[in-house]
């Protein structure tokens, strides 16, 4: 009788992980900002139809990348974790921490219990409420680790290059203007072409705008953006 084919659970654990992040890496990059009115995010997408950024609810923004279907189906139960927590109790208790813990807990599930892992990671953002709290990055990891982010995060394709350009060029209460360029310079560094306006996802969370303070950058708004003295 033959024996069962062993394998032993680090084993296993270090094959999923070095899984998930080959899927990852394959992805095109993104890039958060913190500036003066609020939290910028930027994507290589070339696709104008399969958004990677998207709102969540009134203050808080979800970012994915790595595999299309598998952070959507996390955006949509995202959203919908967000919907009902708002209807049952009110929409100041909806936050982007609360978001973030669920998509850890999911996202470890998976990672622990199934085959084969997620191969995405999430990014969930909330501008402060200009109440006295401070905006919130949480990078949520394909294994369920969260990592709190601060002034900026950059996740798929060459993160880390991208952080350290980050870590050498960021600056505190940049201007719209200053961020965007500064976000693009930052997804450049990993490519052999200058990326245009058609090769961007852009949106930010506007602090000064009323209740729902997501918005998208439109191509056009965007070329001028790129193209204003920094």
Request: proline fraction near 3%; glycine fraction near 8%; charge should be neutral.
């Given at each position: 009788m033959?024996?069962?084919?062993y394998v032993?659970?680090?084993?296993m654990?270090?094959?999923?992980?070095?899984?998930?992040?080959?899927g990852?890496?394959?992805?095109r990059s993104?890039?958060?900002?913190e500036?003066?009115?609020?939290?910028l995010?930027v994507?290589e997408?070339?696709?104008?139809?399969?958004?990677?950024?998207s709102?969540?609810?009134d203050?808080i923004?979800?970012a994915?990348?790595?595999?299309?279907n598998?952070?959507?189906?996390l955006?949509?139960?995202?959203?919908?974790h967000?919907d009902v927590?708002?209807y049952?109790?009110?929409?100041g208790?909806?936050?982007a921490?609360?978001?973030?813990?669920?998509?850890s807990?999911?996202?470890?599930?998976?990672?622990?219990?199934?085959?084969?892992?997620f191969?995405?990671?999430?990014l969930?953002?909330?501008v402060?409420?200009g109440?006295?709290?401070?905006?919130e990055i949480?990078?949520?990891?394909?294994?369920g680790?969260?990592e709190?982010?601060?002034?900026?995060a950059?996740?798929?394709g060459?993160?880390?290059?991208i952080?350290?350009?980050l870590?050498d060029?960021?600056q505190?209460?940049?201007t719209?203007d200053?961020?965007?360029?500064?976000g693009?310079?930052?997804?450049?560094?990993?490519?052999?072409k200058?990326?245009?306006?058609k090769?961007?996802?852009v949106?930010v969370?506007d602090?000064?705008?009323?209740?729902?303070?997501?918005?998208r950058?439109?191509a056009?708004?965007?070329?001028q953006l790129?193209?204003?003295p920094?």
């Amino acid at each position: 009788m033959p024996l069962p084919y062993y394998v032993s659970p680090e084993q296993m654990m270090k094959d999923k992980a070095e899984y998930a992040r080959k899927g990852i890496a394959r992805g095109r990059s993104i890039v958060t900002l913190e500036y003066r009115e609020g939290i910028l995010l930027v994507a290589e997408n070339p696709s104008t139809l399969l958004h990677k950024i998207s709102e969540i609810y009134d203050r808080i923004a979800f970012a994915g990348v790595g595999k299309y279907n598998e952070f959507e189906n996390l955006r949509i139960a995202g959203i919908r974790h967000a919907d009902v927590k708002g209807y049952s109790y009110s929409r100041g208790d909806v936050t982007a921490k609360a978001l973030a813990n669920a998509y850890s807990q999911a996202l470890g599930n998976i990672f622990t219990q199934d085959i084969k892992p997620f191969e995405v990671e999430v990014l969930v953002a909330e501008v402060s409420d200009g109440n006295g709290s401070k905006n919130e990055i949480y990078h949520i990891l394909y294994d369920g680790t969260i990592e709190d982010e601060k002034n900026y995060a950059a996740m798929g394709g060459q993160a880390e290059e991208i952080r350290r350009f980050l870590k050498d060029h960021y600056q505190d209460a940049m201007t719209l203007d200053d961020a965007v360029q500064l976000g693009v310079r930052a997804l450049n560094v990993t490519q052999n072409k200058t990326l245009s306006s058609k090769d961007l996802e852009v949106a930010v969370l506007d602090a000064t705008k009323a209740r729902r303070k997501f918005r998208r950058i439109p191509a056009e708004v965007l070329t001028q953006l790129l193209g204003a003295p920094g």
